[in-house]
Every structure is written in C-alpha cells, then in structure tokens.
C-alpha cells in the first residue's frame, strides 16, 4: 500500500514527492552543541536498548516486518538527495541491513557502505565487497568525521537517552557537501479512518494511552520526532527539508504486520502496569486483523540537511 502524505512541518503537503522546501534556518555551526534543552529531553529513553535481549527469530521478524513496510518510502527520499556511484555511505541502526544492502547496490564498486548497529546478530551475516558491518554503540562510540556523503538513520534515536549528542555525531562524519537523512516515528496520530467506526474512539484512546505510557517511564520518546526540525535547525546544516505523513493502513493488510508485532512485544508491560487490560488488547488485535477497518498510522518524519560546502557537481558525481 502506498504512503499517503498527511501533513510537513512546515509546508505544503507533498503525498509522495520530494521533501518539503526548507523553512528559515537558523544559521551557524553549532556542531559542538547541538543541544534543544527544554522539557522534551525529560522524556528520553533511560536504560538499554531492549531488542537486544529479545530472541533473534521473533526479532528479526520484528525488524523485517518494520523495514518492509518503511524501506520504499526511505529509499525514494534518499534518491532524491542525489544518491550516485561512488558514495559512501553511513546508517546507524541498520538492524537487519536492508537499507545498508540498497545502498551499497547503489554506490556501487567504487563507493562504500558501513552498516552500524549495536546489535550484529543480522548484520554479520552480509558479505558485499562495498559494505562494513561495524558494531557501533551511538551513545558511547565516536565516528569518523568529515568521511561520508551521506549518513542516515530511522526510528533509532526515539531509543537514546540522548539523541542530540548522536545527531551531533552524525552531521560530524558528514564530509563537505554531505548530507544527513533521519526518519523517527512520532505516535501522534492512530486514528481510525472512519472517525464513526463504533470503535473509533476506543482505537484512538488506547494507542494515546500506551504511547504516553512508554514516554512517561522512559521507554522510548514516542513524541521525539516532532522536534527534528528544531534540532536539525541548529546542527549547522543548510538545504533543509521536512516532511511529516502519515499512512493509511488497512486491517489484515501486510503493512499492519509490524504495528501489531510492536504491539504484542510491548504488551507484558503495559499490562503490569495496569495501563490496559487484556481484553483491550484482543479488541485491537481484532480490529488489526479485521479487514473492514482501516486506520492513519503514526506520523513518520523525515528531516535532512546538507554539511556546507562542496560543489554543485558534487551532488551527482562526488568522486
Ligand atoms: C527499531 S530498530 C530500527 C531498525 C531500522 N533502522 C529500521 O528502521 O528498520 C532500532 C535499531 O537500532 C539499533 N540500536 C539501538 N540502540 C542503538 C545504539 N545505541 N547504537 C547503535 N544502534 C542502536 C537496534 O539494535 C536496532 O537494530
């Protein structure tokens, strides 16, 4: 099912083009202290990464169903920043690879891809002469700077407790010219497509209810991805662009695979914590499983921006 386009922050609405025009950025390098303060840090994921500790089939189901249901989207976006042979190229929480895999099919023999992620249980199973598995901790690990065209990442920094220091880690390793990509979820929408469904409100309080949850105990920021604009404002980057959409799935469909994999992963917690019974749950289970029933997603955003310097020709062929 295609992505319907719902909304920019800020913009016009461009359902499947190229990203918004690029609102009034602040100018200078702040790539020392890329830093928003202000109330939005509070929320940010305390403790470790959990997808770790889970077992690897159900896991890797989990991040295949994720990537096959974001993976078009991302790779049009990329596409449209100029992506050519001979570009090297950086993802951070690049989990099963396919983004990684793509990209280095794309810069080919004479370009370079490091595929980088906490967790390599699915990474060091590839081996393409263009492509670096790297075992990377975002938190605690430096990177290269100035070494790569393009560095991206999707639905990783909701998962840090910091994620302005990994921003400010990724627009570093961003040679002249470079650009930054970032994709995060923001779980502001889940709303039934029919809003007279008997159902409807019962769908869109439970999905408000457990996404406040996980921000209130830290678990992940379900309300991060809002401030990409903000944050990639002050990273000393210029040609940005912002997009916010979300999509319109439909229940039983492939797309809603991954949503209800999350869905039933995160359960255990939310019923010890007494944040929904069990019996609602199996109502959204049905009601993801029931065809006659669609619904918008969460928004995806999509902030990018380009390092200063390098040239025109660059864009296209950087080497
Ligand atoms: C929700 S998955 C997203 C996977 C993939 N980027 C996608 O969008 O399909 C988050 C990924 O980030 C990785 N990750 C989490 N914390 C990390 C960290 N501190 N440093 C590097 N990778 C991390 C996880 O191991 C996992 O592969």
Redesign the pocket.
Known sequence: MPAVGFGEVPGKHTPDGPLGAPPAAEDGPVYDDAGTGGEEGLAHKEGD?R??QRDPGPERLR?RE??AS??PQ?RRHILDLGLAPGWRCL??????G??SVWLASQVGEKGHVVA????LR?LAELDLPNLEVRG??????ELERAAFDLAY????LL??PDPTE?LRKLANALCPGGWLLV?EPDMCVFTAADPDHPRAEFFERFHRDIYQHFRTVKLMDTHFARTLPVLFAKLGLEDLRYQASARWLRGGSLEVQSPLRSLTILSPPLLEAGVVTQAEIDEVVALYANSDFAFLSGLQVVACGRKPGGSALGDQVRR
């Open positions: 990464y997808g770790i991040l994720l990537a974001l993976d991302t993802e951070v929480g690049a989990a099963e396919s983004m980088a992620d906490l967790d699915f990377l901790d975002i938190r605690r690990d990442c999707r639905t990783l998962h840090l990994a994709e």
